[in-house]
């Protein structure tokens, strides 16, 4: 594994481990968004796998799915035509960056959090938007 490779993987389980504790103050359980999807129904979110990391000009974000998305892709979606499953759960935590102040070269690590959002597929609960809800937490 590379450098580079190894510092992601690092930035990135920090990452979900920092949203936790920063969401760990709010009663956090109790949100919920109008439609209904509230953030108790990602409980343990902090321990999924990690999909994707990113940069932005301003921010550090990190995409963690469920076991049933993980499942899915393993399986070949969305490249093998077939639908997502009920199930799917994704977790999107954004911060704003810095320059890491520890690290001896450039490298922008996340600094103050600045959201967790969460989409959710389950076609029975959410039939008017084809079984997809979304919800943002800003903070």
């Given at each position: 594994m590379t450098r580079s490779a190894s510092l992601v993987i690092v930035i990135s389980?920090?990452?979900?481990?920092l949203a936790s504790i920063a969401l760990a103050a709010q009663d956090k359980y109790t949100?919920?968004?109008p439609n209904g999807l509230a953030f108790s129904e990602f409980r343990g979110y902090e321990n999924w796998q990690d999909v994707a990391v990113s940069q932005t000009e301003n921010g550090i974000k990190v995409i963690l799915a469920n076991p049933a998305?993980?499942?899915?892709y393993r399986n070949g979606i969305p490249g093998?035509?077939?639908?997502?499953?009920d199930g799917f759960k994704?977790?999107?935590?954004e911060w704003a960056s810095k320059k890491s102040a520890e690290s001896p070269y450039f490298v922008m690590?996340?600094?103050?959090?600045?959201?967790?959002?969460?989409?959710?597929?389950?076609?029975?609960?959410?039939?008017?938007?084809?079984g997809w809800a979304y919800a943002?937490?800003?903070?």
């Open positions: 389980v920090s990452a979900a481990v949100v919920r968004v998305m993980i499942k899915a093998n035509g077939k639908l997502f499953p994704v977790a999107k935590i690590v996340p600094d103050t959090l600045k959201s967790v959002s969460f989409i959710e597929k389950d076609t029975k609960r959410f039939p008017d938007t084809h943002q937490f800003p903070l």
